[in-house]
């Protein structure tokens, strides 16, 4: 043991943290996802492979074993989608634990809006932006670049607003665009309750590391949805707590 430690270096010891804090960000990122579940499942097919050679289940063996020569390229075309989130999030503060948002009043008034479109039954989807751009989704709306306020966001969304019908997207206390349209999850595991405003809002967090509130006009509820999982049913409260906790600067 004095001689393990003897032997011991400081970059042992980074290199260990580097590892671990790596490790535990890639879980973190893929934690309640599609690719967690896949994963558990390659994790099956390890193991049946295993398996297969300890009871010489040759045939088999032979399968899996094709198989797992090609997990790299397999990985690749599994996890596309999980991949490119996940680099798109190292190259951002988010990454490392530390993510620019909405404070003070700006986030008073987006929860004071989404309250109020809630008890009037109207649907809503409002995209609050962080490190990764949402150019792609602004080009085809329509750019306001105004004040974050809960008058303006309500009017936004009321049926007879011409930009109504799409995202609104707000960016560091301004209102970036409106009518912007969102990619629809492809998540065959997604609730087949949700409607195309819920899709949409996790279509976009699975790419992005936007947090995107829904408010339905059927049941007049507020969700959140973030890195591809939603949250619904949240009240005032909830949505204040976890709002400034996910966006302190």
Same mark, same amino acid.
């Not at 404070?103 to 989807?125: H, N, P, Y």
């Not at 339905?216 to 591809?228: F, P, Q, Y």
């Given at each position: 043991?004095?001689?393990?430690?003897?032997?011991?270096? +400081?970059?042992?010891?980074?290199?260990?943290? +580097? =590892?671990?804090?790596? +490790?535990?960000?890639?879980?973190?990122? =893929?934690?309640?996802?599609?690719?967690?579940?896949?994963?558990?499942?390659?994790?099956?097919?390890?193991?049946?492979?295993?398996?297969?050679?300890?009871?010489?289940?040759?045939?088999?063996?032979?399968?899996?074993?094709?198989?797992?020569?090609?997990?790299?390229?397999?990985?690749?075309?599994?996890?596309?989608?999980? %991949? $490119?989130? #996940?680099?798109?999030?190292?190259? /951002?503060?988010?990454?490392?634990?530390?993510?620019?948002?909405?404070?003070?009043?700006?986030?008073? *008034?987006?929860?004071?809006?989404?309250?109020?479109?809630?008890?009037? !039954?109207?649907?809503?989807?409002?995209?609050?932006? $962080? *490190?990764?751009?949402?150019?792609?989704?602004?080009?085809?709306?329509?750019?306001?670049?105004?004040?974050?306020?809960? *008058?303006?966001?309500?009017?936004?969304?009321?049926?007879?607003?011409?930009?109504?019908?799409?995202?609104?997207? %707000?960016?560091?206390? !301004?209102?970036?665009?409106?009518?912007?349209?969102?990619?629809?999850?492809?998540?065959?595991?997604?609730?087949?309750?949700?409607?195309?405003?819920?899709?949409?809002?996790?279509?976009?967090? *699975? @790419? /992005?590391?936007?947090?995107? +509130?829904?408010?339905? @006009?059927?049941?007049?509820?507020?969700?959140?949805?973030?890195?591809? $999982? %939603? /949250?619904?049913?949240?009240? #005032?409260?909830?949505? !204040?707590?976890?709002?400034?906790?996910?966006?302190?600067?």
């Amino acid at each position: 043991m004095l001689e393990l430690l003897s032997n011991f270096r +400081i970059q042992d010891a980074i290199d260990i943290a +580097i =590892i671990a804090f790596v +490790i535990y960000r890639i879980i973190d990122l =893929i934690r309640g996802t599609r690719a967690a579940q896949m994963l558990l499942g390659l994790a099956v097919v390890f193991l049946t492979f295993l398996s297969s050679q300890y009871f010489d289940l040759y045939t088999l063996n032979w399968i899996l074993g094709n198989f797992l020569s090609s997990i790299l390229l397999v990985i690749v075309v599994i996890f596309q989608d999980d %991949i $490119r989130r #996940a680099l798109t999030q190292v190259g /951002t503060r988010s990454f490392f634990g530390t993510e620019p948002g909405i404070q003070g009043q700006d986030l008073e *008034e987006i929860i004071r809006a989404a309250v109020s479109l809630a008890s009037k !039954r109207i649907g809503a989807l409002i995209v609050l932006q $962080r *490190e990764v751009g949402l150019n792609e989704y602004i080009e085809v709306g329509t750019r306001l670049d105004a004040r974050v306020s809960k *008058e303006l966001i309500t009017s936004i969304f009321l049926p007879p607003s011409p930009i109504h019908d799409g995202a609104l997207i %707000i960016h560091r206390g !301004r209102i970036i665009a409106a009518g912007c349209f969102l990619p629809l999850t492809t998540n065959p595991h997604v609730s087949k309750t949700l409607g195309t405003r819920h899709r949409a809002a996790i279509g976009l967090t *699975e @790419e /992005t590391d936007a947090i995107v +509130i829904v408010i339905s @006009e059927e049941e007049g509820a507020i969700s959140m949805v973030r890195e591809g $999982r %939603i /949250t619904r049913d949240v009240d #005032a409260g909830t949505l !204040r707590t976890t709002l400034q906790r996910l966006l302190k600067a």
